[in-house]
């Protein structure tokens, strides 16, 4: 006799699986034969199925609803209480130096157009750098994409982080806010400060004052484009939609391969030109027959570029 055993499970077509699953009954397929019996008595015993030789049994198991359903640990990446996502006491001050200052600059824009009695100037001058903050955006995104490590000075930190997003973009929706914008925030402080004291002309802090804001919160921009519309709010939506912020659809392309498009986080509005005209891969061209310097996206992507899948465990007891 020969007894073969199966376990069969429902698979879900979903990207997101949770360790922890509700009671799933299992089955155990049990093919009893008699390994002497022919083909013909094989189909006879088909049809007329009883009770011993060739009958298929099919018995049930309730699966406890503590026993965990493992997906491959390879090609998963846990995010809960991850401490790299969490804030920290220096990412909200630095966050809050960031904005003040900013802010800061804002009035000194509101004042002085106020006091001479000219709006028309700071407001160009804003959108000015709101537009610009844009291309800056794109510039830099581009830039520790492609070029650089982990150990280069003063922006390594930046490129791990960025070569972490293209592996695991998802995590960026799980980042707390001042952890998310601490970076850019001690980039604006030290940058803003001293125009903020030095000049009082409403134009130039106009200018200023959403330009460094924008860049500030380009990583919240970004977060939000890798957020489901039914999670965001109507306002963030609204603005997405009627292309002032970086769509979720828009920035879906910078991950897909040859991952070297869509660099732009703030609006977006530059990612149409730039990649028409290939702005971008002129630039490389230049750095690699002047530098003999390669940039990512020449190279076919390998396993640090290949998107890994959210497992979010859950510790509630059942």
């Known amino acids: 006799m020969s007894i073969l055993v199966q376990n069969k499970f429902l698979l879900s077509s979903k990207t997101h699986v ?25 189909t006879t015993a088909a049809a007329k199925p009883k009770h011993g030789d060739g009958q298929l049994v099919i018995e049930r198991e309730p699966l406890s609803p503590t026993t965990p359903v493992l997906p491959n640990s390879s090609t998963y990446y846990s995010v809960l209480n991850d401490p790299s996502l969490q804030s920290t006491w220096s990412h909200r001050v ?27 100037e700071p407001a160009l001058a804003a959108l000015v750098g709101y537009i610009l903050a844009d291309l800056g955006s794109g510039v830099y995104h581009w830039g520790i994409d492609n070029y650089g490590d982990p150990s280069t000075p003063i922006f390594g930190t930046q ?6 997003h293209h592996k695991r973009p998802w995590t960026i929706t799980k980042r707390q806010f001042a952890n998310n914008l601490y970076a850019l925030a001690r980039a604006v402080t030290f940058t803003v400060l001293p125009i903020t ?11 200023v004052a959403v330009c460094s804001g924008c860049i500030m919160f380009s990583q919240q921009f970004h977060a939000w484009a890798h957020d489901k519309k039914s999670q965001l709010p109507p306002l963030v939506v ?19 391969p ?16 730039l990649d ?4 971008f891969e002129a630039l490389e061209m230049i750095l690699f027959f002047k530098l003999g310097v390669r940039p990512r996206s020449w190279t076919e992507p390998h396993s640090e570029w290949t998107e890994e899948t959210e497992i979010i465990e859950q510790t509630t007891a059942y």
Request: include cysteine; hydrophobic fraction near 45%; charge should be positive.
């Open 18 to 42: 949770s360790l922890w699953s509700p009671a799933i009954q299992r089955k155990f397929v049990c093919c009893i034969a008699n390994t002497t019996v022919n083909v013909a008595a094989a």
């Open 276 to 279: 028409e005209t290939r702005v």
């Open 258 to 273: 040859p991952y070297n498009n869509n660099y732009c986080i703030v609006s977006g509005i530059w990612n149409k030109l």
């Open 94 to 120: 630095w966050v809050t130096s960031g904005c003040t200052i900013v802010l800061i600059s804002l009035a000194k824009s509101i004042a002085g157009a106020a006091s001479t009695h000219t709006w028309l």
């Open 197 to 207: 004291l030095a000049f009082n002309d409403p134009i130039l802090h106009g200018f």
């Open 238 to 256: 609204a603005m997405q939609d009627a292309g002032l912020l970086v769509s979720r659809l828009q920035h879906s392309a910078h991950h897909r």
């Open 159 to 164: 490129i791990e982080a960025f070569q972490g």
